[in-house]
């Protein structure tokens, strides 16, 4: 089967994972998408166009986390991998605890999959799979790639995954600030022990942000309390710490947003959403950027773009 002349178009959002108690487990798919456009080659070679969010600084050859993502897709399926043309588009925040690198994995994926479709079929099973060997774990991946809310767990076939409807009256706000943070620093941070009264209170929030998140938005702000990572990290991003914590002390559900430095706030209305970028204004001589958004519902999509491309 010839792959020459196949083009896909892949769009895939942001996540913020964590949400406060469920470390490592849940994720939340955000209003925010990176684009971009695959072609297959009619040879070897790779010419990769990155505009938008790290245009100046992703690599333009095989170790761009979209071909290498690509690349292992392809190998799972037991096929070569053309010659590629990758045109992106970023929009998704880097180092901000966007899940900027899951979706990124997940586009590299989805790319496969469309430049595949009617030879090899790579299903959501095998697609969570290979996302979480490439990102190492799936609290990020699920959400980008099936949308909604996600708990994501390992058991002894691989990665799983459910995935929820988020209440219509929880609205997500992401405060963005201009300094970035490292995943690997961040989770190192977190212990490796922690007491078991701290390792219960955590089980509780979990289990009560998903009642609040998908019944109840009034009982957001208890169901975002932590006691398992967000104080550890909180000595590397001083100023994330500072603004939750003033969120929460005025009454915002506020918690750190992935591995930080961003933070989201899950807001049980428009207007209580305003009230807090009013408060980050005001209060704080950090600058941050308030990112209104949505929760996306469909996770990663791709779809054939070959007339388009010709």
């Not at 989770?187 to 998903?210: C, K, M, Q, W, Y």
């Amino acid at each position: 089967m010839t792959l020459a002349g196949r083009s896909v178009a892949v769009r895939v959002p942001a996540t913020s994972a964590n949400l406060g108690p469920g470390f490592d487990t849940l994720g939340l798919a955000l209003s925010v998408h990176d684009e971009l456009v695959v072609t297959a080659l009619d040879g070897p070679g790779l010419e990769i166009e990155v505009s938008g969010e790290g245009a100046a600084d992703v690599p333009t050859d095989a170790s761009h986390l979209v071909v290498r993502s690509m690349a292992y897709a392809f190998e799972a399926a037991g096929r070569p991998m053309p010659g590629i043309r990758l045109r992106a588009r970023n929009v998704i925040p880097h180092g901000r605890g966007m899940g900027s690198s899951g979706a990124a994995v997940v586009a590299g994926l989805l790319a496969a999959q469309g430049l595949l479709e009617g030879d090899v079929t790579l299903g959501p099973e095998t697609l969570l799979r290979l996302a979480t060997e490439l990102e190492g774990h799936p609290d990020n991946v699920a959400p980008a790639l099936f949308g909604g809310l996600t708990i994501a767990w390992m058991d002894f076939t691989g990665p799983q995954h459910k995935k929820l409807a988020v209440h219509r009256g929880v609205s997500p706000l992401v405060f963005v600030p201009e300094f970035t943070m490292s995943t690997s620093v961040a989770r190192g941070l977190a212990p490796l022990h922690v007491t078991r009264e701290d390792a219960v209170f955590n089980v509780s929030r979990s289990a009560l942000l998903i009642a609040a998140l998908t019944q109840s938005p009034e009982l957001l702000m208890a169901a975002t309390e932590d006691k398992l990572h967000q104080s550890y990290r909180a000595q590397a991003m001083p100023a994330t710490d500072a603004l939750v914590q003033g969120l929460r002390a005025a009454g915002f559900a506020a918690v750190v947003s992935g591995a930080g430095p961003s933070v989201l706030v899950l807001a049980d209305g428009p207007g209580r959403r305003l009230e807090a970028v009013d408060f980050a204004a005001t209060s704080t001589d950090t600058p941050w950027k308030p990112l209104l958004l949505a929760v996306d519902v469909r996770g990663g999509t791709v779809r054939d773009h070959t007339e388009d491309a010709t």
